[in-house]
């Protein structure tokens, strides 16, 4: 038995998330049913972790287990012949027998996109979230300072993820940075809760607004109250860049 390593790239447009679903299109889903075309076995696509729905990947990380002795360059090349447009194995490697795509994973780095601007772009619209109003750069970087390290993120976990998961989280760098109408933030951490990075998003852009300053984040962080964070921004603006091993 091999163990491959796929590093994969999708837009996320048109899937529900990277999860198998039943009723719904999956990242997990569509590579299972290629490998199965190509390889004539039973494969199991194990991710580094979901991506919701809409969200996309630069960089996702999997592992396969299968029987076939053919090189890795040939499934690769293979099984991009059968998926779809909006996903693609970018690279097939040998892995040890021990790897685990979610286990093995030593943390992630997620980047987030807002085109800022009065005017839309189509086609910045399918990857980014458009805000209209004036953001302040400065005060939302000061408040990015008030997340970076070990905190208990509870506020900024969506219900609907796992109960009793422990909620602390190590987040090591939060970048943001602007070109022109467009922000990103980039953040790198050793695990992130459900919708964790979209809701920090959501704060700051209130933050950038006006409507919390930064010397609020230290206590939203402390309510562990969802409720006292700014809203969950939409799932367009968001890419799995890099999960690091």
Known sequence: MRTLKLT???D???FFGFQRQKEHRSVQEELEKAFRQFLHEPI????AGRTDSGVHALRQVA???IQNPLPEAAIRKAVNGILSKDVVVKKVE???????ARYSAR?????YFVWNSLIRSPLNEAISYRYPKKLDLEKMKEAGRHLTGKHDF????TSGGKKDMATVRNLSALKISKKGSLISFTFEGDG?????????VGTLIWVGEGRLTPFDIPQILKARDRRKAGPTAPAQGLFLIKVKY
């Not at 199991?44 to 991710?47: A, E, I, R």
């Open 94 to 100: 040998a892995a040890s027998s021990d790897f685990h």
């Open 107 to 111: 943390g992630k780095i997620y980047q």
């Open 8 to 10: 994969i790239e999708y």
């Open 44 to 47: 199991c696509v194990t991710g």
């Open 63 to 65: 592992h396969i287990r």
């Open 154 to 157: 509870k506020s900024f976990q």
């Open 192 to 200: 992130f809760l459900y919708n964790m990075v979209r809701n920090i």
């Open 12 to 14: 996320g447009t048109h």
